[in-house]
T-cell receptor
């Protein structure tokens, strides 16, 4: 069966520090991969999606970037975090239409 | 761009009362999905509706897709404390480089025992 791993679960980072969140999917090939962000008490904002290795589409201009170095690996990065980058980051993958989410990373920028 | 709105944003009910959340898209959808996010958790897929006017039931939950495929609703009969969480609809339009889901704004349900 397919599983999605996302880590770390929580992260506290100072303003200006770099960020790297990693997500891996098991049990499927060539999945569509996504990064979402959810501000406290708010909805899900799609940040990036990828249909294949090295193929990244950005949905909103921001301080973040994404990379897909391997078929089932999706990385969210930032060179310098801002306070406004705080939030709940969710990696997800989809098979045809249904989307499956990772456990999420709660990022607090201080 | 495509927008998916949900109402209400928040609802507080007494245990045993019914609850309904409504989802409206600015464009016609190929399908609509519903997800539930428990407090502190991640969204979990509940169901997908594809056909115009489709109605599906999962125990006390009833999901409906509008005739014009631009709106949907989720109705919970006799709420329980386990129903607490945020319910998101998500609409999809086929086409383009990928099939992106556009999530609704969510409805937070609080159930008082």
């Amino acid at each position: 069966s397919q599983t999605i791993h996302q880590w770390p679960a929580t992260l506290v980072q100072p303003v200006g520090s770099p960020l790297s969140l990693e997500c891996t999917v098991e049990g499927t090939s060539n999945p569509n991969l996504y990064w979402y962000r959810q501000a406290a008490g708010r909805g899900l904002q799609l940040l990036f999606y990828s249909v294949g290795i090295g193929q990244i589409s950005s949905e909103v201009p921001q301080n973040l970037s994404a990379s897909r170095p391997q078929d089932r690996q999706f990385i969210l990065s930032s060179k310098k975090l801002l306070l406004s980058d705080s939030g709940f980051y969710l990696c997800a993958w989809s098979e045809v239409t249904v989307t499956f989410f990772g456990q999420g990373t709660r990022l607090t920028v201080v | 761009g495509q927008q998916v709105m949900q109402i209400p944003q928040y609802q507080h009910v007494q245990e045993g009362e019914d609850f309904t959340t409504y989802c409206n898209s600015s464009t016609t959808l190929s399908n609509i999905q519903w997800y539930k996010q428990r407090p502190g958790g991640h969204p979990v897929f509940l169901i997908q509706l594809v056909k115009s006017g489709e109605v599906k039931k999962q125990k006390r939950l009833t999901f409906q897709f509008g005739e014009a495929k631009k709106n949907s609703s989720l109705h919970i009969t006799a709420t329980q404390t386990t129903d607490v969480g945020t319910y998101f609809c998500a609409g999809m339009n086929y086409g383009g480089a990928t099939n992106k889901l556009i999530f609704g704004t969510g409805t937070l349900l609080a159930v008082q025992p």
